[in-house]
């Protein structure tokens, strides 16, 4: 059972991050504009803000990454954030 957890676990952190990095390649024809000769709309300055927050918030990711040997820790990094989100309160509607 707690194997199975576990896989749980981390199937749903390779999801997210899978999801994020999909949503991050439509930054950069957004960051390549101003260099083909367009400017920023307010709305592409917005995404943009978007964008950043979203890669703000795969930090931990990367540092982990960084690390030698970080990718075989990555499933302790995976078990920890789950066991943080098992003691926030559920969202009240």
């Given at each position: 059972?707690?194997?199975?957890?576990f896989l749980g676990?981390?199937?749903?952190?390779?999801?997210?991050?899978?999801?994020?990095?999909?949503?991050?390649?439509?930054?950069?024809p957004l960051l390549?504009?101003?260099?083909?000769?367009?400017?920023?709309?307010?709305?592409?300055?917005?995404?943009?803000?978007?964008?950043?927050?979203?890669?703000?918030?795969?930090?931990?990711?990367?540092?982990?990454?960084?690390?030698?040997?970080?990718?075989?820790?990555?499933?302790?990094?995976?078990?920890?954030?789950?066991?943080?989100?098992?003691?926030?309160?559920?969202?009240?509607?």
């Amino acid at each position: 059972m707690p194997l199975r957890r576990f896989l749980g676990i981390v199937q749903r952190e390779k999801k997210f991050l899978g999801e994020e990095f999909a949503r991050t390649q439509k930054m950069m024809p957004l960051l390549m504009k101003p260099r083909n000769g367009g400017r920023w709309t307010q709305e592409d300055k917005r995404e943009l803000v978007e964008h950043l927050k979203r890669l703000s918030g795969m930090g931990p990711y990367v540092a982990l990454l960084l690390l030698p040997g970080g990718l075989a820790l990555l499933p302790l990094l995976a078990w920890w954030l789950d066991r943080r989100r098992d003691r926030r309160p559920p969202p009240s509607a």
